[in-house]
């Protein structure tokens, strides 16, 4: 077998968000590993961009409903014309779409689920779900939680199944506080403890509940104050609840930024407070920064953070709970820093992009080699 795969990741939205840096990550480590590597996108937008400025072939296919044949075409033909050794589909759209054009084309296939809820929604997509799981070489889950969602709830074959972790270029995120400056541009004053959260404005990231966590929070830390990072349709829901409950000078929203390892720095105390997850990237990002988290109890979360060591893990949509474990660690700097340093310790010892990038790539020559009736070094199997 050929020491660098034609590999050809294929994905339906723009971003940004943890999938798509996911992807741009991953793309990054396969072709500095020697892969010749193609993306198939359906939209231009931040991936796309992203993706220009690494050694990467990007192509955008329009499909204009659920069932386009056009574009399945084009899809068949950019298989071929790229020559993939392995079609690598993340999240639901692509799985099928990708797993179609595979059986089309006799190629191996590699479907990553990054999370449960558009699936575990809809009894016609769970089927589909297990369509594909049975169809492709193998389904990759983001973390434990969704490999056994897809188990048992999707009745996809376990031995089809393999989990791989999300991983971070660890190197971006470094330990320490942000400066003065920092907070003064962000408009927080000087001494305030800041929290915050990082990511899309969307419900089921469960902003709402840290909203109101906030208004009991202020009552016993007027000076506090919250920076949500991420745009989102769901910001001018948010925005008047943040005017409901009296909350204007604790709570700032930031919209989207490319700074957020900076901004990092700047927090005492990071928050998710989501209602459902794969394994999040903004997680481990701001472990890896050296904050102390407090999560909801969800996904991938459980698998990342050991309650009481690393940060809390509360039950979701529990503003109250959220509240109580806030405060516990702002008002214990102490016992928040030691988190911190437990949880920076965690993400470089298991959760490293290039770890993530030598799994994949482990799988995708295994899956080649066995189409090819070989070892995964290339010898002839017996």
């Known amino acids: 077998m050929k020491d660098g795969l034609r590999i050809l990741e294929l994905y339906h939205d723009s971003g940004p968000g943890g999938a798509e840096q996911m992807i741009v990550d991953l793309c990054h480590g396969l072709a500095e ?10 939209c231009h937008g931040w991936l796309y961009d992203q993706l220009q400025r690494a050694p990467v072939r990007t192509f955008v296919m329009s499909k204009k409903r659920r069932t386009d044949l056009r574009f399945m075409g084009n899809l068949t033909r950019l298989i071929r014309e790229t020559d993939a050794d392995v079609i690598h589909a993340h999240e639901f759209s692509s799985n099928v779409s990708g797993s179609v054009a595979a059986r089309w084309t006799g190629r191996a296939v590699v479907a990553t689920v990054h999370g449960k809820e558009y699936i575990a929604s809809r009894l016609r997509r769970r089927l589909a779900c297990r369509w594909v799981g049975r169809s492709c070489d193998r389904m990759v889950s983001v973390s434990g939680t969704i490999g056994r969602f897809l188990a048992e709830s999707a009745g996809v074959p376990p031995e089809k199944l393999q989990t791989i972790y999300n991983g971070i270029d660890t190197l971006k995120y470094v330990q320490g506080d942000a400066g003065e400056d920092l907070r003064r541009e962000l408009g927080v004053a000087p001494g305030a403890p800041v929290v915050g959260a990082v990511g899309s404005l969307y419900p089921v990231k469960g902003h709402t509940y840290l909203v109101q966590a906030m208004a009991q929070i202020a009552k016993q830390l007027p000076s506090v104050m919250c920076l949500l990072i991420g745009h989102g349709h769901l910001r001018a829901t948010l925005e008047r609840e943040v ?11 930031l919209g989207y930024r490319s700074d957020v390892p900076r901004l990092l720095g700047a927090l005492d105390l990071f928050v998710l407070p ?35 060591a690393t940060g809390y893990l509360v039950e979701p949509r529990r503003p109250d709970l959220l509240a109580d474990r806030i405060l516990e660690l702002l008002m214990d700097p102490g016992r928040g820093k030691a988190m911190g340093v437990r949880a920076r310790a965690t993400v470089h010892e298991r959760f490293g992009v290039e770890r993530m990038v030598r799994e994949y790539e482990r ?20």
Do not use: W, Y
């Open 33 to 42: 590993s020697g892969h010749r590597v193609t993306a198939g996108l359906l």
């Open 243 to 253: 005017k409901v409950l009296g909350l204007e000078r604790h709570v700032k929203f």
């Open 274 to 308: 989501s209602l459902s997850e794969g394994l999040p990237l903004s997680l481990l990002e701001a472990m890896a920064t050296g904050r102390p988290v407090v999560a909801t109890d969800v996904g991938g979360n459980p698998e990342v953070v050991q309650d009481g």
């Open 363 to 382: 799988l995708f020559r295994e899956i080649v080699a066995a189409r090819l009736g070989l070892d995964p070094r290339g010898a002839p199997r017996g």
